[in-house]
């Protein structure tokens, strides 16, 4: 035990409570206490009692996902120069993993974004966080009884129908050079998510990989719901991880099979709006640019309005609390700068050109009706395996604001990601990013206002977009 819980139970032992009392009213009655010492016990009862709540809440913080205690934090970054022995730009991420279904197509990304790789060393920890959900089975409490301190079951127990899990990430270590920790989080999903964001923040990985809840049926190729509850545990852990996340949506990437370092061979798109999350997206996209052998494309929207009334407009997004949250986008309520978010937009486009150049494509897309139907003009066509997206909470486009309004079939996906995953004919696997940032943590549904020349907008909180 540590010395924090140690200190904090014994606070704990020492409260008070009516037997004390009893038993001091005994040894006064019995002649074993004389008034001078009784009064002074039941005093000193009184106290250690009322003192244990705020000096227990005082030294201990239990292990909640530390959203405000992230010094240590590591973000997504990507470099030109080869890894080295004395590297310290270690990207460490902890990979999620629900079913053996999920196995592969986590093992293909993982393997894409890995970055620079000498047949040696990598730049990539792993971490491998299998979810098992804690019932009433006697396996479910078999495993935790045999499970290791490092939350490993004994590998002697052939019995566990999921021991293939660790097994498979295991093989790819060894093949690909990966350092991987494999670890065993056994409880109720209600609670699921906190143990995930506590191993992240204890590891201080950088991204978090999520399998989205819903899988690719072989039969009709449609996405198939294998556990709703479990989309509860993804939405907890993107409210309240403390790092960046992203929530793969497969369609069978890499082609459902586990491939070698040496057979990848993805073609990749990212689409870029604008915004701290597509930012994020785009540092991801930088990182697969690294392998050689992916192919990455980033894709910038632009609006191709060119005059008229259109070019003119903004939209101010009002937040709208009446709004049900399972069925509505969430959007940042944070008051920023919103030419300073469009500054750091350009500023990403250049570290992205500048340090993927000839490794990478770069193109600009001009939008003037309906991006919706750009967006999945690319999913559609096939050219990509896997589509790279942000979520969109805090976007520095109207393209993207104007979404805002649009139902929501899964609103943790936001309006890009959530259109791709159930546009009709999307072939591509859509990996869905989102940045960890305080400024942008608080989110809530909203509403679409026009806006146009001569109207006062409003600094009071809302946010408002102009087309660039």
């Known amino acids: 035990m540590s010395l924090t819980e140690a200190i904090t139970l014994g606070f704990l032992m020492n409260t008070k409570g009516l037997v004390e009392l009893i038993v001091l009213n005994i040894g006064k009655e019995k002649k074993v206490l004389n008034d001078e010492t009784f009064a002074i016990l039941v005093l000193m009862a009184l106290f250690t009692t009322f003192i244990t709540t705020p000096t227990v809440m005082a030294i201990y913080k239990p292990a909640r ?8 934090r590591r973000k997504l ?4 120069s080869p890894p080295s022995s004395h590297d310290t730009k270690e990207l460490r991420v902890l ?20 970055g620079q790789n000498n047949g040696k060393t990598s730049r990539l920890k792993l971490y491998i966080l299998r979810l098992v959900e804690l019932t009433e089975r006697s396996s479910s409490i078999r495993m935790v009884r045999s499970a290791r301190r490092n939350g490993l079951p004994f590998v002697g127990d052939r019995r566990d129908p999921q021991d293939h ?15 991987v920790r494999p670890i065993t989080a056994i409880s109720s999903l209600s609670t699921m998510h906190e143990d995930v964001c506590t191993v992240a923040d204890q590891r201080r990985v950088s991204l978090i990989l999520l399998p989205f809840h819903k899988h690719r049926s072989e039969q009709s190729g ?32 890499g ?15 990212v689409v870029f709006f604008g915004g ?26 632009v609006s191709g309005n060119t005059g008229g009334e259109d070019e003119r407009q903004a939209v101010k997004l009002k937040p709208a609390p009446s709004k049900n949250e399972e069925q509505s986008y969430t959007f940042s309520t944070a008051d920023v700068d ?44 096939g050219d990509f395996g896997l589509i790279v997206v942000g979520k969109g909470r805090f976007p520095t486009s109207s393209m993207v604001a104007k979404l805002a309004g649009r139902p929501a079939e899964h609103p943790e996906l936001g309006p890009i990601g959530d259109a791709l995953v159930y546009g009709h004919g999307v072939v591509s696997s859509v990996l869905v990013v989102q940045q960890h940032d305080m400024i942008h943590s608080d989110e809530m549904p909203v509403t679409p206002v026009p806006v146009r020349d001569g109207e006062t907008t409003a600094t009071d909180g809302h946010l408002t977009m102009t087309e660039p």
């Open 95 to 114: 990979t999620c993993v629900h079913t053996s279904r999920d196995i592969p197509s986590l093992i293909n990304l993982i393997e894409t974004m890995r």
């Open 276 to 301: 701290p999350d597509d930012r994020e997206a785009l540092e991801v996209a930088g990182r697969m640019a690294e392998h050689p052998g992916v192919c990455v494309t980033a894709l910038r929207f």
């Open 255 to 269: 082609g459902g099979e586990q491939i070698s370092s040496v057979e990848v061979a993805h073609g990749v798109c």
């Open 222 to 253: 449609d996405l198939e719901n294998f556990g709703p509850r479990w989309r509860a545990v993804n939405r907890r852990v993107l409210r309240e991880a403390p790092c960046s996340v992203a929530l793969l949506v497969d369609r069978g990437f």
């Open 338 to 381: 919103i030419e300073r978010e469009k500054e750091l937009d350009e500023a990403a486009i250049a570290k992205f050109q500048q340090m993927t150049e000839s490794k990478a494509q770069y193109e600009e897309k001009m939008v003037r009706e309906n991006v919706i139907e750009s967006v999945l003009s690319i999913g559609r066509s």
């Open 65 to 72: 996902p530390g959203r405000h205690n992230l010094p240590h």
């Open 77 to 80: 970054q990507f470099s030109s």
């Open 165 to 179: 899990v660790a097994v498979a990430f295991g093989a790819y270590a060894q093949l690909s050079h990966v350092r």
